[in-house]
């Protein structure tokens, strides 16, 4: 068992060079000498091995843009970057396998004769930010264009003034109401009313649509021929540059023919069309169908296979990508099973098998081992490499269940143990794990009052210099929570319920006031131990108005902006990334500084890195644990830190538990430090005494 954990855990940091977002080389004497998947991919290669021994100057045309030669130009600069301590960056002309030039923003720096170069293609960079904009795009010459489309589209459109009298509607309004142009024009939209919902309903449509600009719902309206039919409708205010309303647009799918079509197909398909294995329908009828017309006695197993990550890699690396690592997958857990089990996609990232005649507890977790081993070996899908890690629920005829959906859902539950810091991938269902999700619901419950009840307080963790560690030069706040009934329960327990049941925004908001009054309490006693750093969840970014309140309570407690950090996760890239964007810009402008948390444990492209605008990486517990005694962390460690200070970033190691790793950290040019051996998180009280000595 040691062995194997052992062995999960170099796997993993096997590939760690690669989980860095952004294409890197490590270059001596002009040769790249090592380099990651994504410096291979931007190349449009397949294996490292086509990159490595090269100069980069070569994957370049024979010229420039300004007419010099690539390889002269380049030559030149690699020289200056060996003769210098600054980062250099400049823009740079490369081709692809494929012979297409692609323009890239190159930065290179120097570490004792070995030159790290990350490399960004621009085209990619410009599209990232160009989804952002995409109202620039929207320029005159796309406006008839735009209005063909809505035109020949099969779904109704209409749109009203800000009374709601009609201007225009669409051909497929025609169709599907009855009604033409002339006959509605200026009319109220009231004339499709069905009497079927009620004027509450009604009210509280306009009420969302006015206050969120969109409202979307079934609907049931009436034809011009008094036929009832159900649409899914959608309404959105459009705004004018000054945010005013100017017209509404509906649009609208009819919803009998297509619930008539979907039935019909669902009749027609046992299998889910992606993968081809049984859908979630037809799974649980054999399931049902096997309990019926089992041997007396015989005990299965319902085995629930859940991939990590997969919404990040959909939204990070596009849908084709996930759909087709979707298929890789199902392949590869055909291969393991036996005749004698049934594999199903039983919705869009789970799969899961019915294993007939598997009761034993060995036998079972045998299987699950060669599962998770088969999905473990890593994934080439379009020239990129995925390493992906599944999880596995258990649950047991009889024992835990007597009915396909009982055992289905226990086997998902079972999934509510894994612990996202553990390496424990197989779980097994029993009746505690009910009880503990009651528990938690209790809990989430109870949090709702945490505040009120003065149960939160806020400690303080030193951030200090790693060239010298006396030196404090910031703290991270971190939320401690005491609690009557559970004692003194872990953030990594609440504030996950917390961002589950939205509770997350109060909590955010009471941390940040009550860090200004303790930067405001600090600055009167003469301390000066800024930034505080303040943890800030995905959930919180999602709101709109998270930069507006930010900036009220900082503002309200007079502190200055640039005392305050706040620190956000990779997982913000897989979040609503416009809004986001549009927080951290604002956040920025006023003078916030942001770092990245836990870098390195999620995903990120370097193009969203630029497009957060950081000033901090902070590199994850994980990389310092065991730092001295695995050289491929210590790689890893060193280029990140090199990385980082060609992208102007400053470099903080978490959980330094050891003055060995804190002189490893020095010398590997680590400007930040923070961890146990300093200091553990601390009451503000404490963190006083610790700045008198
Ligand atoms: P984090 O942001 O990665 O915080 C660092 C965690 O590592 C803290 O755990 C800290 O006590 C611990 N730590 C620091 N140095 C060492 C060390 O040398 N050794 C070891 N073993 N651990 C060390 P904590 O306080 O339990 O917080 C856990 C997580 O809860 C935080 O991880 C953060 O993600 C979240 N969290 C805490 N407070 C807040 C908050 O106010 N808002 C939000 N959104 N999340 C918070
Ligand atoms: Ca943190
Ligand atoms: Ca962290």
Redesign the pocket.
Known sequence: MVTKTYKSHKNRHENLLDLFPCALYVIRDTVVIDCNNAAVKIFGYESKKEIIGRRLYELSPEKQPDGSSSIDKGEKIFKNALGSEDKISFRWMHKRKDGNDFPADIRIVNENGTLYAVMTDINETEQLKGQLTEKDYLNKDLMPVFKKILENTSEGVVITDTDGHIQWINTAFNKITGYSLPEVKGRKMNILKSGIQDQHFYNEMWEQVKNKGTWSGEIWNKAENGELYSEWLTISSIKDEENKTTHYVGIFKDLSEKKKIDRRMAELQQKDLLTGLYNRGHFLQLVDKHIKTRKDNERFSVIFIDIEGFREINSSLGHHIGDKLLIEISKRLLLVIKDNSILSRYSGDEFVILSKSIGEETDVVNLAEKLLESIRQPFMIENTVLNIETNIGISRFPDDGRDAETLIRYAETALYKKNGRSEKRIFFYSEDISREIEERFRMANLLTMAISNSEMSVYYQPIFDVGNPKNIVGAEALLRWDNPVFGRVSPDVFIPLAEKTGHIKYIGEWVLEQVCKQINLWKQKGYGIFPIAVNISVEQLEHAEFCKRVMEIIEKNNVKPDNIEL?ITERVSSGDLATIVKNLKGLKKYGIKFSM??FGTGFSSLGQIDLFELDKL?I??IFIDGLLNVSKKQNLVKSIIAMAKSLNLTVVA?GIETSEQLLYLKEAGCQLGQGYLVSRPLPPEEIDSLLHT
């Open positions: 620190e948390d836990d902070k994850d517990k978490e």
